[in-house]
Every structure is written in structure tokens, then in C-alpha cells.
Nanobody
Framework: QLQLVESGGGLVQPGGSLRLSCAASGFTLDYYAIGWFRQAPGKEREGVSCLKSSDGDTYYADSVKGRFTISRDNAKNTVYLQMNSLKPEDTAVYYC?????????????????????WGQGTQVTVSS
């Protein structure tokens, strides 16, 4: 059974850092496009970052560019989202997702509809 499990969320002060982890089981992550998404209360789910498996190319939303870094550890079958300089507006439930769409092996996408497998989410709260 294909499964993604996020961890690493929590409460952090503005300016702080967190590293989210997304552990995969039942499949090998390096053959799939991986994305990180977030959803704040009352808002639509938005794409934060994604990683293209064919060449390791990455995408970041403008709101997190320069502060967040996506990475993958193939040996651990885990994807990470390092989040630095956190702001209150980063508060949301963060989800990782994997796509089986073969087109996403060659192009970047943070469109939620193009992702098939989702984790349960982890809460990130940035507050003083």
C-alpha cells in the first residue's frame, strides 16, 4: 500500500525554523514527482514547492522562495522541507504528495489535481 507520512510540524516563533519530513512506504520516491502543499483555515490548498525526479529541478512559490528548501534522501525514501525565517502567514497544515503522472517526470507542477497520493498533513503554527 502506497503511503506518505509527514512529521516535523509544531509551534515556532517568527523567524524560527522547522524541518518537515515526508516518509514514503510501498513505493520508491525517486521515481515520482513530489510536492509540498499547505492549507490555512478558510483558504484553498496551495502549492509551496515541488521536486522533479528526472533531474532534481525544484520550484518554490514566491511566498517561500529563499526561505524554504525541498530535498530528498533516496536512501531513506524521504523528502524534506526545510523552512527558515518563518512568518505568521506560513501557519497552515502542510501536506506532501506524490504524482504518478509521467508528464511530471519532466515538468514542474504544484497543481494539487495532478498529485495522486497524499499524506495526512502536519500542523505548522508560527506565533509569538
Amino acid at each position: 500500500q502506497l503511503q506518505l507520512v509527514e512529521s516535523g510540524g509544531g509551534l515556532v516563533q517568527p523567524g524560527g525554523s522547522l524541518r518537515l519530513s515526508c516518509a514514503a512506504s510501498g513505493f520508491t520516491l525517486d521515481y515520482y514527482a513530489i510536492g509540498w502543499f499547505r492549507q490555512a483555515p478558510g483558504k484553498e490548498r496551495e502549492g509551496v514547492s515541488c521536486l522533479k525526479s528526472s533531474d532534481g529541478d525544484t520550484y518554490y512559490a514566491d511566498s517561500v522562495k529563499g526561505r524554504f528548501t525541498i530535498s530528498r534522501d533516496n536512501a531513506k525514501n524521504t523528502v524534506y522541507l526545510q523552512m527558515n525565517s518563518l512568518k505568521p502567514e506560513d501557519t497552515a497544515v502542510y501536506y506532501c504528495a506524490a504524482s504518478t503522472d509521467p508528464q511530471l517526470l519532466f515538468r514542474l507542477s504544484v497543481s494539487p489535481g495532478e498529485y495522486d497520493y497524499w499524506g495526512q498533513g502536519t500542523q505548522v503554527t508560527v506565533s509569538s
